[in-house]
């Protein structure tokens, strides 16, 4: 039953086919005699009965019922249909909603968006406790009865636990394995909070991130407290038997958790979890770099402080701006101050000193104080240009939206490059930078990760050949054992994967006996060419599927907006095996930053004004607000309409 069908008995709503008693949404003018598509879904058996053609479900067909219920077990209960039938399906309820020719209002769905606008806003519950909130509510619509402070707390858990729902059937229907992410916080309370982030490719070669769990976790974090509450998360989510690599930062106590991990786990993971546990690489980057700048720490130091002094007073802040009136450049509303620990954040200080160098001379003159020399200035420039491609890498491994595991050994050794550049040379500074930088590389990427080094084959622009251009470079006479090893790898990979797609095609032949033409008829035409294509090359070729797509030329390095997902989604038939292998080894990801990112917005939700919002209502939030997707995306109302139907 919907969270919003208790409202239904204050205000009569037209829902469906002028019936009040349907928990979803179907509007249509009364004029209107087109059939639903929904019907294209359902056969009937008589009386006042349907049966489901996807999963069998009978539900029932009242003279007067509407195709609500219908439709809502379609989007939200059947874990057969097909994922662009069931779109299609939100979508033409989405369509109608706000048509002013056949516009019906409907309490419940105002009451279901006005929840996702308290998620998405991360708006305080007690907004609906201000004397203006009633009154706003009445001028939409003077019926509509508003709720208060707990209901709509509530509401927003009703949304949350639609979406878990979801994401469940989703995950039960899942033939890929998954990837996490996980990072520790520390709240504005003092309580420490662990977020996991699961990361997988679905069918469709679609991209998908979900924060999945929230939790408090106990102090002291030792690696088996972090072990015990990461294996709970994934046997909550029924994810125990899909794990393929989670990334976790440099701390040393995640090396022992990942060991618990594998003890516990290791059976069904592939070879143990031997390879599961990524190291971070933002964070490796980021003490790379810090390693470095330590060479010019003074320079920093004194242009941290200038800036600092300025940033302190309004009056200074005043002072700098009537000098950058008169030099004609845009005033400043505050100057930008770093997080030393964060290198990025001094990179950016020190980018924008540089634009105001001028001015801030001309302010120490004036101000009669001292600044950085001259000198510093120009190791501070030098200093931003050489790290510029460093901030490029950062920014690589932090994506989220998209696969980057595949760029991991290109990006490395692009900054190996760059430490070993003779250039560094005609300046002290620089060299000195670049060798304590090179030093702390060499602990950390000098043998570069085995799972991400294979992803790099799963990039038709560079397979195997990249890594060996690389790699001689690298490691002179030694690269060929060192490719060999990743190569033995990759074709264990490729055979354990082969005999599972093997033994998932010998059960799916038994039962298809079973199931007869219904199911036949359901299958996607593409899976049908998938199977006949790898069929067709079992039996001409003895050339396993590995050598071929080894053998086919490299496509141009130079395509423009190149999709590596899709090469794979139009490549899947001529490559099966290889292909599901893809979407595990590209859903991997090259840093915590997913998981890291969402302590954010729970530390927006734990200031200082709600400290008293207990741990599963700010669970609840996060896991809703990331599940609803970036506000930067194309606004589609249909994408949401489940949750408001299924809570």
Known sequence: MSLFD????????????????????????????????VWDHFDEIGGQKVVCKHCDSTLTKAKNSGTSHLKRHLTASCKNIAVEDREKII?????????????????????????????????PFSATESRFWEPAMRSLRPEYKSVGRQTMREDCLGVFRAGCDAILAEFEGLDSRVSFTSDIWTSSASLGYMCVTAHWIDKEFRFQKKIIALKQIPYPHTGRAIAHLIEKIWNDWKLDDKIFAITLDNASVNDNAVGHLKKKLGDKMLFGGSHMHIRCSAHILNLIVHNGMGIIETTLENIRELLRHISSSGARLQVLNTILDELKLPRK??????????????????????????????????????????????DAEAMAKFLEPFLDATKSFSNVRRPSSHTYIKEIWDIRRLLLDEDHKDNAKLEGLALQMHEKFCKYWEDPNL????????????????LKFCY????????????????VWLKRYFEQYESSMRNLNRASSGSSSRVGLQVFGKRKLDEEFAQFTSENYESHSTMSELDKYMQEPLVDINVKNFDILEFWKQNSGLYPTLAKMARDFLAVQTSSVASESAFSGSGRLTDHLRTSMNSETIEALVCAKDWLGPKDEEFDLSKYL??????
Not at 369 to 375: F, H, L, Q, Y
Not at 451 to 466: E, Q, S, V, W
Not at 474 to 486: F, M, N, T
């Open 472 to 487: 001689r470079k690298a490691y002179g006479d030694e690269h060929e054992a060192k490719i060999e090893s990743v190569r």
């Open 451 to 466: 799972i991400l080094t294979i992803a790099t084959f799963f990039d038709p622009r560079y397979k195997f050949i990249f």
């Open 642 to 647: 489940h949750l408001i139907q299924r809570s």
């Open 6 to 37: 208790q409202q239904s008995n204050d205000i009569e709503a037209v829902v469906g086919e002028s019936d009040s008693r349907s928990g979803t949404v179907e509007i249509r003018s009364s004029r209107s005699k087109k059939r639903s598509i």
């Open 91 to 123: 979508a033409t309820t989405a369509d109608d909603l706000f048509d002013a020719a056949t516009f019906k209002f409907d309490p419940k769905l105002t009451r279901g968006l006005l929840t996702l606008l308290f998620v998405d806003g991360e708006l």
């Open 333 to 378: 509303r505050g100057l930008t101050l770093d997080c030393p620990t964060r290198w990025n954040s001094t990179f950016a200080m020190v980018k924008e000193a540089l634009g105001l160098q001028e001015a801030l001379l001309r302010y120490v003159e004036t101000a009669s104080m001292v600044g950085p020399t001259i000198e510093e200035w120009r």
